[in-house]
């Protein structure tokens, strides 16, 4: 199954979108500085949980944070209990 994840910011806020057989997945965040930001809802759909989905959304959020210089504050559950997970990310979570 491939999927598409894409990137929408605007001032205050931002937004990754997964697009896999035509159903979005989401993960929203909020800008708190120029140097933090806060992830604070991932939204999986039904139909694409268990799929992988929201780590791939996770992952692009960190991926992007570590190009960045960004450290992310993780107010979302799901992001919360991935970065407790996955320690290699810690860099980027505060």
Same mark, same amino acid.
């Given at each position: 199954?491939?999927?598409?994840?894409?990137?929408?910011?605007?001032?205050?806020?931002? /937004?990754? +979108?997964?697009?896999?057989?035509? +159903?979005?997945?989401?993960?929203?965040? *909020?800008?708190? *500085?120029?140097?933090?930001?806060?992830?604070?809802?991932?939204?999986?759909?039904?139909?694409? /949980?268990?799929?992988?989905?929201?780590?791939?959304?996770?992952? /692009?959020?960190?991926? !992007?944070?570590?190009?960045?210089?960004? @450290?992310?504050?993780?107010?979302?559950?799901?992001? @919360?209990?991935?970065?407790?997970?996955?320690?290699?990310?810690? !860099?980027?979570?505060?």
């Amino acid at each position: 199954m491939s999927a598409e994840i894409t990137r929408d910011v605007t001032e205050t806020k931002g /937004r990754y +979108v997964l697009t896999r057989d035509g +159903v979005e997945a989401e993960l929203t965040y *909020s800008i708190l *500085s120029p140097h933090t930001i806060i992830a604070d809802h991932t939204g999986v759909p039904t139909s694409l /949980r268990g799929s992988g989905a929201g780590l791939a959304l996770v992952e /692009r959020l960190v991926a !992007d944070a570590r190009a960045e210089g960004v @450290k992310i504050v993780p107010l979302c559950p799901y992001v @919360k209990s991935q970065a407790a997970r996955h320690p290699e990310w810690a !860099d980027v979570f505060s």
